[in-house]
């Protein structure tokens, strides 16, 4: 039966995982090596079989009603699926169980999650790497890393204790704020350079010249390769990027977009002093942001 949770990141708590992927395999191999039991579902039995055998987890099939003596569930599908997965899980929980889940947007799903499931508490490890599915999981994704939690006032605080000291012994910091600062902050840092990236790899692209347009793609190098790194990504996860964090995403980019205007201002006036002061700020603002290790 459940353990009773401590909210200590003890180590024999049995653990299931919804969604076997990058970020689903990636924790099941890290809470083994911590010591946890963990019960993976994923909807094809073939990747089942790759966790099994890559050891992300002790056992694994497409049925949820493995998860009945679980004490922590992580769901780890893609966004679009979370709903739609915890209706078709919840049934079998036990009452006692935390529901926790790692999608990159959350308001909508902590909205709809938490009427599903009291014990449920928002969760967004802020790792990955450009790949997808069982075989791309890797061990110490999660090291270093923020992990962001989003309780609301209506959340249990001993779920909250839980989920922060299994995300602390995966060696995330570990952040807690609102859904909604959470997707306001992650679509300035996160959402708005991969529109931003995309337009510049299409509108540099869109040269008319075709000399031009070759020569530029011979000297790329540093600049246009950290420019465009986010712009030449997985297009699913950006779709669902904008399709979930719509109205965050949108007030950046318009700000944004003024921001691009005041620029071409500048330049098109020749305003070489109001110029120079705004890159002055640009390089003090960017000590502000404390990246996290690649
Ligand atoms: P992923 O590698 O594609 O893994 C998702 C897995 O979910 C798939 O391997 C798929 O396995 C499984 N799945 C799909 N539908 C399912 C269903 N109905 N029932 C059970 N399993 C199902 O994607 P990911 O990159 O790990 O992303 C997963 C979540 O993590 C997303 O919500 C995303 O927002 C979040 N996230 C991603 C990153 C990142 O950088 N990638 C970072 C932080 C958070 P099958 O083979 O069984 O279909």
């Avoid at 799903?109 to 802020?126: C, D, E, K, Q, Y």
Wanted: hydrophobic share 40%; aromatic share 4%; with cysteine.
């Amino acid at each position: 039966m459940l353990k009773g949770l401590l909210g200590n990141g003890d180590s024999d708590m049995q653990i299931g995982i919804v969604g076997l992927g990058l970020i689903g395999g990636s924790l099941g191999l890290d809470l083994r090596a911590l010591g946890h039991r963990v019960i993976g579902v994923s909807q094809r039995p073939s990747t089942c079989e790759q966790a099994i055998a890559r050891g992300a987890v002790d056992q694994a099939s497409p049925d949820p009603r493995l998860l009945a003596n679980t004490d922590v569930v992580f769901l780890c599908t893609p966004l679009g699926m979370m709903e739609t997965v915890a209706q078709q899980l919840c049934p079998h929980l036990h009452p006692e169980t935390i529901l926790t889940d790692v999608g990159s947007v959350k308001a909508p799903i902590v909205a709809s999650l938490s009427l599903l499931w009291t014990n449920f508490v928002g969760g967004h490890p802020m790792s990955g790497t450009a790949e997808q599915g069982i075989n791309a999981a890797l061990k110490g994704l999660f090291v270093g890393n923020a992990y962001v939690l989003t309780p609301t006032s209506e959340t249990p605080v001993a779920a909250v204790d839980t989920v922060t000291a299994l995300a602390r012994a995966l060696g995330s910091r570990v952040y807690h704020c609102t859904p909604e600062v959470h997707d306001r902050a992650v679509a300035w840092i996160s959402h708005l350079p991969v529109m931003v990236s995309s337009s510049l790899i299409a509108a540099c692209s869109h040269e008319a010249d075709g000399a031009v347009l070759e020569m530029a793609q011979k000297l790329a190098s540093s600049g246009f390769r950290d420019t465009s790194r986010v712009g030449g990504g997985n297009p699913e996860l950006g779709v669902m990027m904008a399709r979930y964090n719509r109205d965050a995403l949108l007030a950046a980019l318009y700000q944004y977009r003024d921001r691009l205007d005041q620029v071409i201002t500048q330049i098109e006036q020749q305003d070489w002093g109001s110029l120079e002061t705004h890159l002055q700020a640009t390089q003090q603002q960017r000590s502000c942001f404390q990246f996290q290790p690649q």
